[in-house]
């Protein structure tokens, strides 16, 4: 028996560091400034724990989206794949040239590029793509707050969220 609705359970799932984090501040707190001196110690490794567990999941919880997309997408041992109705494909981190986030498809399709095979199309919301959060934020010089801005906005292009050897002139600007 579930006391919660559907969406309210996908809501509290979504955003679950960060309310871990804001649950570890009050125990925190009350050992910072309740029983006295001894225990202000570990008060202050809750606080600083659970603040950090709020900025990490704040950002994941602003990358998850709806697990409803075609596909399911499997992150494994710095291999990405995806297994979809019509295509399907593994890329591996090590290689990948280019991340292009492309909203003119319907959903807004992930875009890995690696060189020699053809680019790989993933859906924002295919099952299991909150596991490419992690796989992103390793790429060396990727700007995670960057990529869930441009994640957010409306407009319908293609932006280059990171890419390993700049392509591109270097009048061009990447984002």
Known sequence: MTFLRPEATALLWRWREALLGAALLAPGGWLV????????????????LGLALIWLGA???????SDEGRGAVQVDEGQI????????????????????????????????????QPPLLIPVNAAGSEALFDAFAALPGLRTERMLFELRKTRHDAVVIWERAPLRPASALLH
């Open 81 to 116: 794949s995806y297994f979809g109705p019509l295509t399907g494909g593994s890329v591996a981190m090590r290689e990948l040239e280019r991340l292009t986030l492309d909203r003119q498809m319907f959903p807004a399709h992930w875009k890995l590029d690696q060189p020699g």
């Open 33 to 48: 400034l309740a029983p006295g001196w001894l225990l202000a110690l570990p008060g202050y490794g809750l606080l600083f």
């Open 59 to 65: 950002q994941r919880g602003r990358f998850r989206g």
